[in-house]
């Protein structure tokens, strides 16, 4: 194999990529892991323009991007899909066998196969699904985090470069809050109390006050920080090899579907979708924590409201979604001003392969497009159930 070497002008998809939107410690971290030798998931491709390679029996070919593109693509994919699929799979059916494993040892936690309703001690509930929830999201996190290998300062954000990108992500949160409850809110059918809860899969009404205190808190500020570091570390991270709004679309759309659950994946779509991008324009992956916070401070308090039982829970509920309309409209002023003089902006990745054919070799990667599939039909059996 011989190169013919006809020209100077080098193609460098590393030192190519934008990475003046993020600081300077995170992106020395950033491009270390993308060089690091035999990296199977780092996009990592050089060519000279006018470097043609001669193969026995192929003649002259030339190296294609294209094709190294779609070869790691398919590695975070694939990776991604498993860390899916642990989800899915833990929620779906080992959540269910260790309940029934407790039930069996003599614990006073129960479950029905046919509805996968959870009942029995207050205690024993709440404590299990606690747990349950935390190894759901724990387990698909560790298995990115030791498959990936990304460093630490790169796989989570942690310097708040822009606070005011911060604020506007939060009243991004308030609007985004408010609009998604509308639907739950003015139904006859869905409350928001469902939707909240809907995860328990029980009537949380049975609960004595601490146990609903403690959930309340662990669904509000727990789930947050560790969903995040999922969603926003790792695999995000090596999704923006490809561009920062690729990697916020697939981050959004797999939370959502993971959700599997109808009513609540437009909402938790769009608020991923805004964590992301605050997240970027701030520099850190509290921005994204933060912006869940709210979000489930929204939902819950909006599921007390409509506990009251009097006729005017309606005009208490429509001044409480008002108010927040009014404070996230006010932030968004204040970030628009601030934007004025800051420019703040995405990283951005100028591909031979279009946004779309990379979305497209996406869905058909397994098993993250099998993942997808089943957690599509899982929502659609809730819904019809």
């Known amino acids: 194999m011989d190169n013919i070497v006809k020209g100077k002008k080098i193609i460098n998809v590393i030192d190519e990529f934008d990475y003046t ?109 606690i747990l349950m929830d935390t190894i759901k999201i724990l387990l698909p996190m560790l298995y990115l985090h030791f498959k990936l290998k990304i460093p630490h300062k790169a796989e989570i954000m942690g310097n708040m470069n822009n606070p005011s990108a911060l604020v506007g992500a939060i009243a991004a949160a308030f609007i985004a809050s408010a609009v998604a409850s509308i639907p739950s809110a003015y139904s006859s059918e869905t409350s928001e109390a469902i939707t909240f809860f809907g995860a328990a899969n029980m009537d949380v009404s049975i609960w004595n006050q601490f146990e609903f205190i403690a959930y309340s808190l662990f669904n509000v500020l727990v789930i947050p920080i560790i969903s995040q570091l999922l969603f926003c570390g790792a695999a995000f991270t090596a999704l923006r090899q490809f561009g920062d709004a690729f990697a916020m679309l697939i981050t959004s759309l797999t939370a959502a579907a993971l959700t599997q659950d109808f009513r609540v994946m437009p909402a938790v779509f769009i608020i991923t979708l805004v964590g992301c991008c605050g997240m970027l324009t701030s520099g850190s992956v509290f921005t994204a924590i933060a912006v869940n916070i709210v979000f489930r401070m929204y939902q819950m308090t909006l599921a007390l409201i409509e506990t009251d039982s009097s006729s005017n829970m309606p005009m208490i509920r429509n001044l409480f979604m008002a108010v927040i309309v009014v404070i996230g409209a006010i932030g968004l002023l204040y970030f628009r001003w601030y934007m004025k003089n800051n420019k703040l902006r995405l990283a951005r990745y100028n591909s031979e392969l279009s946004f779309g054919k990379r979305l497209l070799h996406a869905s058909k990667t397994f098993p993250f497009s099998a993942v997808i599939i089943l957690c599509i039909i899982c929502a659609a059996m809730e819904a019809f159930t």
């Open 21 to 129: 939107t993020q600081d300077e410690t995170y992106n020395e971290n950033f491009r270390s892991w993308r060089k690091r030798k035999g990296n199977k998931y780092s996009f990592d491709f050089q060519k000279n323009e006018r470097e043609r390679v001669y193969i026995d029996g192929r003649g002259f070919v030339e190296n294609s991007c294209e094709y190294a593109e779609k070869k790691v693509l398919s590695q975070i994919f694939h990776t991604l899909g498993y860390a899916a699929l642990m989800w899915l799979v833990f929620d779906t059916l080992i959540a269910d066998m260790l309940i029934y494993f407790l039930d069996f040892l003599g614990l006073d936690i129960h479950i029905s196969f046919a509805n996968s309703v959870i009942y029995g001690g207050s205690n024993e509930v709440a404590v299990t699904l």
